[in-house]
């Protein structure tokens, strides 16, 4: 396995590389405008499974972010192939929720041929996990990221659902958006091989196995984990991010306004975007939230832990309360019973619940682990990967956390 970040095999004959960039754009006047080609530094940056990401930078203090999709899986390298038209499905992405939401990373161009897309520079802000992983917060409340997520959430599903658009625009849309290779991968990397076994599953020590392996033999786990399954294959209600765990956003606090902080929050890579079950971007939002929660409470920064297992359920009822709010102002009211938003959010969260158990379990046992486990010294990745696994039965089969969801120590 070379792993994310490791050096890219130029398989295509059109990769980019740091030394070829200044001719890639000097050859393109939309992206040579944006940013002065002339002594300009380029490093390779991508931290992701699969793709390359460039940060170019100007003499005059302009950058340029430029990600690549290559023909293949950046973590396995050219002996797991994928098509690069995953960036056409994520510039579509791009456009369509930055056309209702100001929290996503926006496209400034796309090549077709090339498979790149220049994005918004957002140089000043960290990675959500990176943020988390060193310690700092994430503000509380209505401005905190939580907070402002969840309404995100709300603005973009509510917006490209049933409930915003006509219904045949809408099976449209579906269609437009049908992303077969990447939904396929999910279902293998989260829905089937945490739960049914895969070689390429692992876990970082033995004692952690034995509970995977008594888990693995628990059907109410697994069926609650198969259920989930069926859910992200046939539900169709809006268009999803489609990987929004937290090394898909990013943040930089801003300037206070009355002493409570403002957040600039920008999701980005939605790559894995489709027509799905809403509950799957809030599960997998929560379920990174809890790791995190997880790990301060492991490194015994309880007070923290605290703060991040509340916002898991901010995160819920800020998505909500503006679904609600958005409903209620619906273009076609003649077409919905009044309480018909009521019993989609009860859905919506029962599967929300359930993707976020397959989440969990997938980041422990699965192909695509996540650094707030992986750098822990072993005795405390021992002790939070399995409350995570202990959770995720929690969220599988019993519906929901335990009120003493952090109620362990190293
Ligand atoms: C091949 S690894 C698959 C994972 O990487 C992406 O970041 C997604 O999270 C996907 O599930
Ligand atoms: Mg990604």
Redesign the pocket.
């Known amino acids: 396995m070379s792993g994310a970040g490791a050096p890219v095999a130029a398989v295509s004959g059109r990769t980019l590389t740091v030394a070829s960039i200044p001719e890639y754009l000097a050859a393109r006047p939309e992206l040579a405008a944006q940013i002065e080609v002339a002594g300009l530094q380029v490093a390779e940056v991508g931290d992701?499974?699969?793709?390359q990401v460039f940060i170019c930078r100007g003499r005059d203090g302009r950058n340029l972010v430029l990600k690549q999709a290559l023909p293949y899986v950046r973590l396995i390298g050219p002996s797991w192939p994928m098509t690069e038209e995953r960036a056409a499905r994520e510039a579509h992405a791009i456009r369509i929720h930055a056309a209702l939401s100001d929290r996503v990373c926006s496209v400034t161009y796309y090549d077709p041929d090339w498979f790149v897309l220049a994005l918004e520079d957002l140089t000043d802000h960290t990675v959500l996990r990176a943020h988390l992983n060193e310690g700092n917060d994430i503000g509380s409340g209505d401005n905190g990221v939580a907070a402002v997520l969840g309404r995100h959430v709300a603005d973009v599903c509510y917006g490209t659902s049933f409930l915003a658009m006509d219904p045949e625009p809408f099976r449209l849309a579906a269609a437009a958006a049908v992303n077969s290779e990447l939904c396929e991968l999910t279902e293998d990397v989260i829905f089937t091989e945490p739960f049914l076994g895969a070689d390429r599953n692992s876990v970082g020590d033995p004692r952690v196995q034995e509970l995977v392996d008594e888990l693995q033999a628990d059907p109410a786990w697994v069926g609650a984990a198969m259920r989930a399954k069926r859910r992200f294959l046939t539900v169709q209600e809006a268009l999803l991010h489609g990987?929004l765990?937290s090394?898909?956003v990013f943040v930089r606090r801003a300037a206070d306004a009355g002493g409570d902080p403002q957040w600039s929050v920008k999701t980005?890579?939605p790559?894995?975007s489709f027509y799905g079950p809403i509950g799957f971007d809030l599960g997998l939002l929560q379920a990174n939230l809890l790791i995190a929660a997880v790990r301060a409470q492991v490194r015994g920064d309880t007070a923290r832990a605290a703060a991040l297992l509340t916002d898991v359920g901010t995160a819920w009822s800020a998505f909500a309360d503006r679904f609600h709010a958005l409903f209620a102002d619906r273009a076609r009211p003649s077409k919905f019973s009044d309480d018909f938003v009521d019993g989609w959010l009860a859905d919506i969260h029962a599967d929300t619940q359930a993707f976020a158990g397959c989440e969990m379990s997938r980041r422990v046992i699965g192909l695509a682990k996540v650094t707030d486990l992986e750098s822990l010294p072993t005795q405390q990745y021992v002790v939070a990967a399995t409350a995570v696994l202990r959770l995720t039965r929690s969220l599988l089969v019993d519906g929901g956390l335990p009120d003493d969801a952090l109620s362990f120590s190293e």
Do not use: A, K, R, T
Request: net charge negative; charged share 25%; no cysteine.
């Open positions: 992701g499974n699969l793709n990987d765990h090394g898909s980005f890579d790559e894995f």
